[in-house]
Nanobody, 124 residues
Framework: QVQLVDSGGGLVQAGGSLRLSCLAS????????MGWFRQAPGKEREFVAV????????DYADSVKGRFTISRDNAKNTVYLQMNSLKPEDTAVYYC?????????????????WGQGTQVTVSS
């Protein structure tokens, strides 16, 4: 199993930037694909971005393409979500997730482990 601790959320102004971090640990850590999801008040949890821990394959939701970047630092067992040009509609609780799927999945139910979530609020 892999344990995930996500952090880095906060309050930012529209157009600003924020970087989320997800620290992973576990005996099968090196095999995991890592994703980011978000859930806004009153809405279902939705896919944001995904990256293979080893391989460099990435995918993004259309709503964040060109603004968000998912990356990894294997030496620190950490994945990041760099969020630029933030919009009020990006406001949500953001969750890090892990899966043993090799092809980066977009579906929530394909992930096995989840972080506790970190709040991102974008003001106008």
């Amino acid at each position: 199993q892999v344990q995930l601790v996500d952090s880095g959320g906060g309050l930012v102004q529209a157009g600003g930037s924020l970087r989320l971090s997800c620290l992973a640990s576990g005996r099968t850590f090196s095999s995991y694909t890592m994703g980011w999801f978000r859930q806004a008040p009153g809405k279902e949890r939705e896919f944001v971005a995904v990256i293979r821990w080893s391989g460099g394959i990435v995918d993004y939701a259309d709503s964040v393409k060109g603004r968000f970047t998912i990356s990894r630092d294997n030496a620190k067992n950490t994945v990041y979500l760099q969020m630029n040009s933030l919009k009020p509609e990006d406001t949500a609780v953001y969750y890090c997730a892990a899966t043993l799927r090799r092809r980066p999945p977009r579906s929530l139910d394909e992930y096995d482990s989840w972080g506790q979530g970190t709040q991102v609020t974008v003001s106008s």
